[in-house]
């Protein structure tokens, strides 16, 4: 019996729909594993290319720890350890303490700590305060004059911080009177273009809105500055503070002009005298270094998180 066209129409259709499916449930596991194994090639060159960035960044890391672990390990041969030989050798045989124990007894290095302390923390809670009361109205305030002053701020980094020592000095004997004291350490450190730039470029990055809420809320400058930027800042105002601190504990040149009573002497500038005391024991040298570099190392790495994001946050701004 003949089926009329339109029930061998609908029966055509339904069979090409059949087959169809059937050609795709044929065709879905091929698709599956072909994106399968696209996903795997990308993910072993982009391992390869980690790879090599990591030889690269590992054989960069080690040079520049080898300096700091040769010294290290210095510091702990006895008199028995050969500093320089043929083949070099890096492990003491015999590790002890006694250098350590040496600077100790011919050196007051607690009190070079001590002082060392007291002007990193000091030149560092008051820089990070200068520099952000300084790059607020330099980012948010409108008045005549500001990007001419903030360029003007950024020409003193090019004029070497040695040029100013001399009338430095001359306002600290015969003006302000406090050579041989710590002040004079502290208080020609109180701001710096540098950090007023990373802090502008910080404040720059906060929308204009978030302000004019404030303000329209009653709140004033110093609150807005206070209450609202600064807790928003607080990754840059931490990168600005590893900045200082870092460079204070390691100022050489300055505190050796200003300080020569001992004991007003912060550490890089006390533990010169190693050269003195100690001129060839390179063990106890060693130890006296190893002292002044383990302290700032520690407080980098359990600050090294706010310092990275600070200084992304300065960039992005």
């Known amino acids: ?19 169809a499916v059937a050609t795709a449930a044929v065709l879905e596991p091929v698709a599956i594993l072909t994106g399968a194994q696209l996903r795997r090639r990308r993910r ?15 054989f960069f890391a080690a040079i520049t720890v080898f300096p700091f672990l040769w010294m290290l390990l210095t510091s702990l041969k006895g008199s028995a350890d050969p500093i320089a030989s043929v083949p070099p050798q890096l492990i003491p045989g015999h590790p002890t303490l006694a250098n350590y124990q040496r600077v100790l007894d011919s050196l ?25 009361m300084a790059a607020y109205p330099l980012a948010k305030m409108r008045f005549r004059g500001r990007e001419a002053t903030f360029y003007l701020l950024l020409a003193t980094l090019i004029v070497p911080t040695q040029l100013t020592y001399i009338p430095s000095f001359i306002l600290a004997v015969n003006v302000f009177h406090y050579y041989d004291t710590l002040p004079a350490v502290i208080l020609p450190s109180l701001a710096s273009a540098f950090n007023i730039f990373l802090m502008r470029q910080a404040f720059r990055a906060i929308p204009n809105d978030l302000i004019d809420a404030a303000r ?92 990275v994001r600070g200084l992304a946050g300065a960039v992005k701004g």
Do not use: C
């Open 1 to 19: 019996m003949t089926r009329p066209l339109s029930e061998r129409g609908g029966a055509g259709e339904a069979a090409g729909a059949v087959g």
């Open 44 to 58: 072993r060159r982009e391992l390869a290319a980690n790879a090599g960035w990591y030889v690269v960044l590992t």
């Open 108 to 132: 007051p290095i607690l009190k070079f700590f001590q002082n060392s302390i007291v002007v990193a923390i000091a030149v560092t809670g008051l820089n990070v305060l200068v520099s952000a």
């Open 216 to 307: 329209v809320d009653g709140a004033g400058e110093w609150r807005v500055w206070w209450q609202i930027l600064l807790p928003i800042v607080r990754p840059s105002l931490a990168a600005v503070a590893i900045f200082t601190f870092v460079t204070s504990w390691n100022d050489f040149l300055w505190p050796s002009l200003m300080l020569h009573d001992r004991t007003q002497m912060t550490l890089p500038v006390g533990l010169a005298a190693l050269q003195g005391f100690f001129s060839s024991d390179f063990r106890s040298i060693a130890a006296g270094v190893t002292m002044t570099v383990i302290p700032i190392l520690l407080f980098f790495i359990v600050v090294q998180r706010y310092f």
